[in-house]
């Protein structure tokens, strides 16, 4: 199984709600991403989980909040979102470690979310 | 991470072959350089990787210059959904704050039939 499964796959909320995104894969993978992409331009790093815990966060605004309660999943919570959070949030995972470099990462497909 | 540089866009014809371009003159001895593509509306895709010697699988084929100061990207027939952004990123070992996977612009590469 070399598939990153992401859901839901499109999903709406508005500005008070709460609401998670979930990523998860079974390749026995250690690090595992967070990205935003907004409409042309390329995939922006969020957040980077190693072997289970935090090991990057690109200031990312406390609105968006990482949890990574196994090796194989990741969640991302969103909370008092603002409408320029529209983006598509893609999850990414690959080997950790000394030689993770040799090793491609594999992406999901994403959640398109809009938020209203 | 060590940067890349790559142009903006490319077009080719189907069934030409393409080779797209990336410099990354500060890569380090430890980085291996990776190629992903995103088609439209998709997240994105591995494509190759290498470390010093090209490196070839059955979607593309990846020289390195000897210096490792540059690479290419070899698509040896473009067919119409080749036509992706192509990016070109450094990996080194995935460890702490080095655990960065970035993505640059990458080169939008159009295939014309």
Not at chain 1, 82 to 104: I, N, V
């Amino acid at each position: 199984d070399t598939e990153v499964t992401q859901t839901p796959k499109h999903l709406v909320m508005g500005m008070t709600n709460k609401k998670s995104l979930k990523c998860e894969q079974h390749m026995g993978h250690r690090a595992m991403y967070w990205y935003k992409q907004k409409a042309k331009k390329p995939p922006e790093l969020m957040f980077v989980y190693s072997y289970e815990k935090l090991s990057i966060n690109e200031s990312v605004p406390s609105r968006f909040s990482p949890e990574c309660p196994n090796s194989s999943l990741l969640n991302l919570h969103l909370h008092a979102l603002q409408p320029e959070d529209s983006a598509l949030y893609l999850c990414a995972s690959s080997q950790a470690g000394q030689g993770g470099g040799r090793s491609e990462a594999f992406f999901g497909q994403g959640t398109r979310l809009t938020v209203v | 991470d060590a940067k890349t540089t790559q142009p903006n866009s490319m077009e080719s014809n189907e069934e030409e072959p393409v080779h797209l371009p990336c410099n990354h003159s500060t890569i380090s001895g430890t980085d291996y350089i990776h190629w992903y593509r995103q088609l439209p509306s998709q997240g994105p895709e591995y494509v190759i990787h290498g470390l010093t010697s090209n490196v070839n699988n059955r979607m593309a084929s990846l020289a390195i210059a000897e210096d490792r100061k540059s690479s290419t990207l070899i698509l040896h027939r473009a067919t119409l959904r080749d036509a992706a952004v192509y990016y070109c990123i450094l990996r080194g070992p995935i460890t702490g704050a080095n655990s960065k996977l970035t993505f640059g612009k990458g080169i939008t590469l159009s295939v014309r039939p």
